[in-house]
């Protein structure tokens, strides 16, 4: 493992100290940096190689991109890496156009899905989303108990929730865009349980702990931070309540990023249990439950665990 000293000695550089700043809560592409820090990519590239290789950052390939994010074991302790930092950064005049350049990056992110989810409202059911077949489905209501709250995280017209809410005391259903809640406010009408609620799944509208079972169905795949998504999802969830993700398996079907607006590509099993470990969740399990016979072969995974 890289020194401590060596690692000090790397964060002592400017550009590479607005690095740090910047990936502590979203992991970026080199691209995204670029725009935030208006630097030329080679210029960012090497400070970023720099940083990697005095294990401060880890990288993800996800398609043609490579996000970028705090490595999980560094020679610096988190806590005080982050103080470090935090007090660093105090002295840097860049700071405050670093966040508000930051926000705009990720503004964007979220606005090419909700265009994306706007333009397809009305249209679930009758358009191929991969991922969303009834076999996968199937596995997710099976586990179900009757006579529960339920959030819907990333819900969509709410095809699932209003499955749910035959059943359940309460569903909640969370999408960020304005047309999906508009839709499926008006899908609604005949289950006064289910409510829908305009937000992002990184930050529910929903009271701490009022939740028994939150899900994400083909929804965390759209999450610019999905380690905070699923933060929040324990943050709503009552204790003993539980978790279900159904997702697609990592795969590396680059066309989704513009066909489905997906920001990852899947997730690998080991993935999701280390999200799910990290979000606090115990008992995790995560098993593949449908493979598509067509190209691109998506598989669809799902997880679970427990508050």
């Known amino acids: 493992m890289p020194s401590t000293l060596n690692s000090l000695r790397t964060l002592a550089d400017p550009v590479r100290l607005r690095l740090m700043n910047l990936l502590r809560a979203e992991a970026l592409s080199v691209a995204e940096l670029q725009e935030v820090l208006g630097m030329g990519q080679s210029r960012i590239s090497t400070h ?58 990720l503004a964007k992110r ?47 017209e709410g095809t699932l929730s209003q499955l749910l809410a ?76 539980r978790i279900a993700i159904l997702d697609l398996l990592a795969h590396s079907f680059e066309q989704a990023r513009e066909l489905y607006a997906d920001l990852w590509l899947g997730f690998s099993e080991v993935e999701l249990l280390r999200l799910l470990e990290q979000a606090g969740f115990k008992g995790n399990e995560v098993r593949v439950v449908s493979r598509e016979m067509n190209s691109p072969y998506f598989q669809t995974v799902l997880a679970t665990g427990k508050k």
Not at 51 to 69: A, E, H, T, W
Not at 74 to 83: A, K, V
Not at 212 to 237: E, G, K, T, V, W
Request: some cysteine; overall charge neutral.
């Open 48 to 105: 970023l190689a720099q940083l990697k290789r005095s294990g401060l950052v880890q990288d993800r390939r996800v398609g043609k991109n490579i996000y970028y994010s705090w490595a999980t074991d560094t020679s610096i302790p988190g806590q005080e890496l982050q103080n470090i930092i935090e007090l660093a950064v105090t002295e840097m005049p860049e700071r405050v156009s670093d966040q508000s350049a930051l926000r705009h990056v």
């Open 110 to 156: 979220r606005d090419r899905a909700r265009e994306y989810f706007n333009k397809l409202a009305g249209k679930f059911g009758r358009s191929y989303c991969p991922g969303r077949s009834w076999q996968a489905l199937s596995s997710l209501l099976l586990s179900l108990l009757p006579a529960m709250d339920v959030a819907d995280l990333g819900a969509g």
């Open 166 to 241: 035959k059943n359940a005391r309460s569903v909640i259903a969370v999408d960020i865009s304005e047309r999906m809640v508009e839709v499926g406010t008006q899908l609604a009408k005949d289950h006064p349980n289910l409510e829908y609620r305009l937000g992002d799944i990184e930050e529910p509208p929903i009271a701490d702990a009022s939740i028994d079972l939150a899900i994400f169905s083909q929804a965390l795949h759209h999450a610019n931070s999905p380690q905070r998504a699923l933060q929040s999802a324990y943050r709503i969830l009552r204790p003993g309540g």
